[in-house]
Structure formats: C-alpha cells, structure tokens
C-alpha cells in the first residue's frame, strides 16, 4: 500500500497553553471542521473527544496527550494535545520531544500567563516553530493587542499579527487578512461554519495597512532577495508573502499571529490554514540525530520512507480494549504491522502485533506506518517511553526523554485484602505510562509508597485507580521527599570480619568521603594502589554504600551529592568475600555520614501568585509565613504577580488557603526548583518526628 499524503503534506502538531486558554476547545473544533467528529464537543458538558479520561472530562482540565490524525484539504494534520496543568508538565516535554511545530493557545483577557511561560521555555528548549492563536475574543476585556505585546516582553519572542480582529468582546465578528489584505466575517447561523470574504471595513483601513507593512518589513528583514523588492518599491506576491512568512516561522525568527474564538466557533478555519501555511512538515526540520549504540558515533535518520527505520517511543497508555498501546513518532523508513523491530535503548527484541492510528478515543486499524507519521502500537512487551525503535541490522539510540524526580509522596493501601493484588499490578501500570510517577515498597514499615510531581498528580493517580482498575485505596498525607546530604570531608574506616572456624568472612576498607555541589549526586572513585583491596571486591564495595545510601544516618532519607574515594584497605585470602567487601562499605558510609556533618535537605518549590492588589498583603504575608522568600513583584492586567521560592513541606492545602483568603479571585503555580538545606530548628522537628 503506498502512501496517502506525501511527507511535504503531513504536519505533526502540539497545541499548548495555559490552563483554560481553551486548548482542548480549540482542537474540538478543529476535529469539527475536518470532518473528523461529528457532533462538538464542549469541555463545559464534559464531552471534548479529546478528553478522554473520565476525570479529565469532570476537572475540565486535559491530562493525557492523546495523538490524533485529521485532514485539511489535501494534507494530513496529527495533532498531540498536551496538559497545561503544571504538575503534568513532563507530558508536555514528552509531546515536545516528538512534535515538529506547536499552535500556542492564549487567552485574549488573560495574555500571557505564569503556565504559558513555562511551556514556551520548554518549546523553545526542543526549538518548536510556533503560531500563535489568541483565543476567546469574544470575551469581555478581550484584547488583541496586548496579547501580542504581552507575547514580545513576557516570552521574549517575536509575534508576527498575520490578521487583525474585527471587533471585539460580543461584537467580534471576523478577521482582517492580513496576506489577502480581505476581511473574513463569520456566518452566526451556521456555527461558523460558513464565512465570506468582503472588503475590509472602512474604519479598519488604514490599521490594516500599517501592520500589514510591519509584517513585510519584519518578514523581508529575514530574506535578502524579498529586501530588494522590498526596498525597490515593487509590490509583493501573495505567495511570495506567503512563503517568507514560512520560512522565518522555520528558522524560528517570528512567531505569526491570529485570533478568533474557539468556543463561537470563529477563526479555527483560519487556524488550520495556518497550520498549514507556516508550520514545517517533517522534511523542513533537521534529520534526527540518534547515537550507533555500537561504536558511540553519531547518525544522521533523515525523514523519508527509504531510509533505515527509526522510531521514538513517547507515550504508554493502558486501553480498557486492546491493553497497553505505545504511541511512537517515525522519523524515518516504513513499519509493517506484524514484523519485529528492535529497541536498542533496552537491548530487546520486539514484535509490533497490530498498529492503530487514533482519533482521540476511537481507532483505526493500519498495516503500515511511514516516516513523518505518529502511531500506535499494539504487543510491545519491553518498552517504554523515551525509548528507540530500529531494525536490529541498522542500530540507532535516539536522544532519549529527561524525566525530573518526584517530589511528593503518600502512603497507599488498599481498603481490602483482596485488592492488595490489584493494587500493585494497577500501581506497576500506571507507573509504565508515566515515568515522572513512582511506586516503592518502604522496607522497614512494608507500606507501599507512591510519589509524583505534585498533590493534582497524585490525586489523579489515585482516582484512576478506583475508576479504571476498581481498586479502592485508602492514601496517608503527603509526605514530602527530603534528602540527607555531607557538608565536610572525613576518612573513615570499615572493618567486617567474622572468624570462628570453618570459612570465615574478612573485608576491609578505608573511605574517604567528601560533600558534591548540589545536584551532582553520587560519585564512587576507585583509588586502590598496589592491589591492596582486590579488583574483583571493588565494585562490591561501591554497591554496599549505594545500598546504604538509600537510608541517611539522620532521618532515614536517601543521602546525595557527595564522593567516596576507596583509599586503603586488606583482605585475607581464604575468608574475603564480594558480600564481606559489601558489608564492610556500607559500614564505612553509614560511619563516615555520621562524621561529615550531615544536614537535611528539603524541596524548594517556585511558587507565582497573580493576586489583585487589595489581597496583596495577605497573599505576601502568607507566603512570609510560609518560610517563603520573596523573589519579586510586577503589575500584569490590573493584578499582581507575585514570585517566591518557599518549601514543598510548608505548601500542602496551599490551593484552599490561598481561595479563602482572596475569595477565589487569587490563581497560583508551583514547580519543582531545587533542593536546599533545612534550618536547624525545622531538621530538629522532623527527625524527632521520624524517629519518635
């Protein structure tokens, strides 16, 4: 079976915003207008075809990014819709990581929000090629303008409008090309679905011409040949036009804009022609760089359907009818259905037993998928996301995904005795599809101990266990995930020797153990002179204290960021034993830990408040109160945006507090930032608390 849509005509595209700058709605209609549902979907009923999830449709918020392939005239749009939520912000690097360009959602009344800057900064980390759609136009306080300028100052970007509004709040009712130089009003009856193109009304005249000259000039300045037309007064094709604008969203010289409003319906044709028009297919991106995991040299996968296979896998889901589905990204050759592949990040073979193409919640099967394409696979045992799929006789290791550490953990148990099966099989799934999720078993207690990015994140987990696993679970309170670290340097030495007839056991070492700059973790360094402890006991030694690294000599957290040096030792020669030398390291870390001066190390969270002004005070006190540190203060749309660094530990029920106080008017958002050392009083408090 050849290939439907030529690789020129195929588009891979993320839609990605801040929460409620209506994403989900605007890829609802996009799925309208391509013929792909038939009826709409509205986020406020709770029945978005791309909200798949039951609890996505309750919160109204989108969690999973499902991956769905609709037309536009004659070319192929897959579309990944990605959270916008900021505890799910490892979905939206993962999204990224396979996308070729991004449509940014903006609220026309909100602009640029803290959540927009985070995911923008992702973006441009993975160099996304954006259009910018401002959405809700139709809403009071709507404001085409500052949006724009919003996009300039807060993400440093380069908006291009490409349209102007015409009118705005409940009198929007078009755009003003800016390309054709025409006016596109928007047919009320047929719920948009109808337009018409008339000249652009008089009073729009002479804005119309001076952007419509800003963006020729900003579009010439990026292309020496249109520069001298340009310059020399000749007037500029529309293709022309067309294709400078292209090219320098491409090379990520411009960010084009456009407006309309999603939920009315208006401007999501003109959405999908953009997408078209200015957001690259995969052959205008660069070849994918992977590593030949063999030699360690670099290849090249260029994206066309002869070239060796190469795949990304990008996301695990477990489906109520065909089970686990693995989404994956070609970047090129051809995949049959049925045939075996090879996953080099795991060193396994796999056979890809049927393929699906989805439409948010329902599929199709195919036989065949090429390169340019995003896909799912059905029977693929051993991998998951972040890992390469290849032929075995053509080896490549894609750059994998970064998944950051969680920072929350509760305790979970199951309501009955008969769930405590369905529980850990339930946990094991829910953490193949999420990588920044974590399921332990706490050794000493036996309870079994699950952590994520943040409360919204667990609590989703934990829903989903009841709704979609049927295990109901009883959780503990949050606890948050410290760490133990060593602020000097020590030598210290350990000695295991049991010797009382028959074979004995004798391993000894001397350590030397230094504190890391924070973030470096764990370094072991071999610095045995003249054989004096054994090769072969060496890395017994180094896996001892890693094991008794998991469990800190204050509190019992994991201890980080220090070196160990293996100085000196002896051995004997009957009686050494790798497990001697294994008990003689973890000795020597848990005595060397106690002598370095350990201290507590707690999770700072970047917390931004936009507040308005008469709750300043309270919010800031609050945060003070906290053990916040003020980072900075600026005015944004008749509120205040405060941004402060305060301790994950001091921010449970932060969201009810914060409602309460501001009477709902006050939205926060919190992230992961660093790790830092707890204050002496507080250490004291929590370690009694441990070991109470």
């Given amino acids: 079976m050849a290939r439907l849509v030529s690789l020129e005509k195929t588009r891979n595209i993320g839609i990605m915003a801040h929460i409620d700058a209506g994403k989900t709605t605007t890829t609802e209609r996009i799925l309208f207008y ?3 549902s038939h009826k709409i979907g509205e986020v406020h009923e709770g029945a978005a075809t791309m909200d798949w999830m039951e609890q996505e449709q309750e919160r109204g918020i989108t969690i999973t990014s499902a991956a769905t392939t609709c037309f536009w005239g004659d070319h192929r749009v897959n579309i990944i819709d990605t959270p916008g939520h900021v505890d799910f912000t490892i979905e939206v690097e993962r999204s990224l990581r396979v996308l070729d360009g ?8 909100g602009g640029v929000e803290p959540q927009s800057e985070t995911v923008w900064r992702q973006a441009d980390k993975y160099k996304v090629p954006r259009v910018a759609f401002i959405n809700k136009m139709d809403r009071i306080g709507a404001d085409f303008f500052r949006g724009v300028s919003m996009i300039k100052d807060r993400l440093k970007a380069n908006p291009v409008p490409v349209q102007l509004p015409v009118g705005a709040e409940d009198q929007f009712k078009g755009v003003v090309d800016l390309v054709e130089m025409k006016a596109v009003i928007w047919d009320e009856e047929s719920l948009g679905a109808k337009f018409h193109v008339e000249d652009i009304p008089a009073d729009l005249v002479e804005l119309a011409q001076e952007y419509r000259e800003k963006m020729i000039e900003e579009i010439s300045s990026h292309d020496d040949v249109l520069m001298e037309k340009y310059l020399g007064g000749e007037e500029l094709t529309k293709d022309e036009i067309k294709a400078a604008i292209r090219k320098a969203t491409i090379d990520i010289q411009i ?11 208006k401007g999501v044709q003109n959405l999908l022609d953009a997408v078209v028009d200015y957001l690259p297919s995969p052959v205008d991106i660069p070849a994918v760089v992977g590593v030949d995991p063999d030699k360690g040299t670099e290849i090249e996968r260029r994206a066309a359907d002869d070239e060796p296979f190469a795949a990304l896998a990008f996301k695990i889901m477990t489906d109520p009818f065909v089970g686990q589905l693995c989404f994956f990204r070609v970047y090129s050759g051809v995949l049959n259905s049925g045939s075996y592949v090879y996953n080099s990040t795991k060193e396994k073979r796999e056979r890809i037993g049927r393929i699906l193409k989805m439409h948010a919640n329902k599929r199709e099967e195919i036989k065949e998928v090429y390169a340019g394409d995003i896909a799912a696979a059905v029977g693929l045992k051993y991998t998951t996301t972040g890992d390469t799929l290849c032929p075995e006789d053509a080896p490549v290791i894609l750059e994998s995904i970064e998944f950051p550490e969680p920072v929350i953990a509760i305790a979970i148990e199951p309501k009955t005795k008969s769930d405590q099966e369905k529980l850990g099989i339930s946990l094991q799934k829910l953490a193949s599809e999420d990588p920044s999720f974590r399921v332990k078993t706490d050794e000493e207690t036996g309870q079994t101990i699950i952590s994520g990015m943040g409360e919204l994140h667990l609590e989703i987990i934990v829903d989903r266990l009841m709704r979609e696993f049927k295990v109901d679970a009883n959780v503990g309170k949050p606890q948050v995930a ?29 350590i030397e153990m230094e504190p890391q ?24 030694v180094d896996k001892g204290i890693q094991e008794a690294m998991d469990t800190g000599v204050l509190a019992g957290f994991p201890c980080v960021d220090f070196k160990v040096a293996l100085v000196d030792g002896s051995y004997h020669e009957v009686d050494s034993s790798e497990m001697a030398f294994k008990i003689a390291g973890s000795m020597a870390f848990k005595e060397a830990a106690a002598k370095a001066s350990p201290v507590l190390l707690e999770p700072i969270m970047a917390v931004e408040v936009v507040v308005p002004e008469e709750y300043m005070g309270d919010v800031i006190g609050d945060l003070n109160s906290r053990r916040g540190r003020i980072m900075g203060m600026e005015g944004r749309a008749g509120a205040q945006v405060v941004s402060s660094m305060v301790p994950l530990a001091q921010m449970f029920g932060y969201a009810t507090d914060l409602r309460s106080a501001t009477q709902g008017r006050a939205t926060y958002t919190m992230t992961f930032d660093h790790y830092e050392q707890v204050p002496k009083s507080v250490a004291e408090e929590i370690i009694a608390k441990v070991k109470g």
């Fill in 34 to 36: 391509t013929g792909v």
């Fill in 102 to 109: 991004a449509v940014a959602v903006f609220c026309s009344v």
């Fill in 255 to 265: 960010c084009p804009v456009i407006c309309g409003s999603s939920f009315k319906n």
């Fill in 482 to 510: 410290y760490r133990e670290t060593v602020t000097k340097k020590v030598k210290v030495e350990g000695k295991f020797v049991r010797q009382s007839g028959g074979r004995g056991q004798y391993g000894h070492v001397w």
């Fill in 517 to 540: 700059e924070p973030g470096k973790g764990y370094e072991f360094v071999d610095a045995i002179k003249g054989g004096v402890v054994p090769r072969e006991y060496i890395p017994a």
